[in-house]
């Protein structure tokens, strides 16, 4: 496609219920990373994915979140047993090579009530 | 902590003046770039500047690097209301990086 596609846009779901975020990216980019943001606050790393090569998944911040990337392709982020501080933007992003600029979706708002 | 901090936090300015962002970051880079991100959604990649560069222009745009004082700025000229933003800069961390670090942003009002 012509850009990063995230979906659902938002989504809000009941504490202790699992989600999973989708994210499309620009096809032919090789790299692919997730983010999330909390209000007001910079953008925090959560997990990269390189080709074929196992995921970076040092920027998780426990074992409820788990992401997965098929084909080298679409991603999904899951986050099982969903707390009220999970609620934050989440953001992917995408790009041919390593280090070059990103191409960012616009995110899926997540709040969990 | 962050690896790239922005200043000021916030910025006002009128159309058509001009508005100059800093970053200020902690260990050796590869590269620095600079993102815009309207209404807290998806960020926009606008300029990116490798270690050996000093200075690179797009548009309105302007980018310093300075690496011995680990510090870059952005500045935007003649500016617009359509500049009204939230301003990030991103860094790697060197050689083998691949994960970019991002500061807290700078809020740009541009008032028209």
């Known amino acids: 496609g012509a850009g990063v596609s995230q979906s659902p846009s938002n989504k809000v779901t009941e504490k202790g219920k699992d989600v999973e975020l989708r994210c499309d990216p620009i096809?032919?980019?090789?790299?692919l990373y997730w983010y999330r943001q909390s209000l007001g606050q910079g953008l925090e790393f959560l997990i990269y994915?390189?080709?074929?090569?196992?995921?970076?998944k040092s920027g998780l911040p426990s074992d409820r979140f788990s992401a997965e990337r098929t084909g080298g392709s679409v991603s999904t982020l899951t986050i099982q047993r969903t707390q009220q501080e999970d609620s934050a933007v989440y953001l992917c992003?995408?790009?041919?090579?390593?280090?070059?600029?990103?191409?960012f979706g616009s995110g899926t708002r997540l709040t969990v009530v | 902590s962050q690896q790239g901090e922005e200043d000021p936090q916030a910025l006002s300015i009128q159309e058509g003046e001009n508005a100059t962002m800093n970053c200020s970051y902690k260990?050796?880079?590869?590269?620095l770039q600079w993102y815009r991100q309207n209404s807290g959604r998806g960020l926009v990649h606008l300029i990116l500047?490798?270690?050996?560069?000093r200075e690179k222009h797009s548009g309105r745009l302007r980018v310093t690097l300075d690496t011995s004082k680990k510090s870059s700025s952005l500045l935007i000229t003649a500016s617009r209301a359509a500049d009204t933003a939230s301003y990030f800069c991103?860094?790697?961390?060197?050689?083998?990086?691949?994960?970019?670090?991002f500061g807290k942003g700078t809020k740009l009002s541009v008032i028209p």
């Open positions: 992003a995408s790009s041919p090579i390593v280090n070059y600029g990103y191409t």
């Open positions: 096809s032919g980019h090789t790299a």
């Open positions: 994915f390189q080709g074929n090569s196992a995921p970076d």
């Open positions: 260990t050796s880079i590869n590269n």
């Open positions: 500047i490798r270690s050996n560069e």
């Open positions: 991103a860094t790697d961390s060197g050689a083998g990086s691949y994960q970019l670090t």
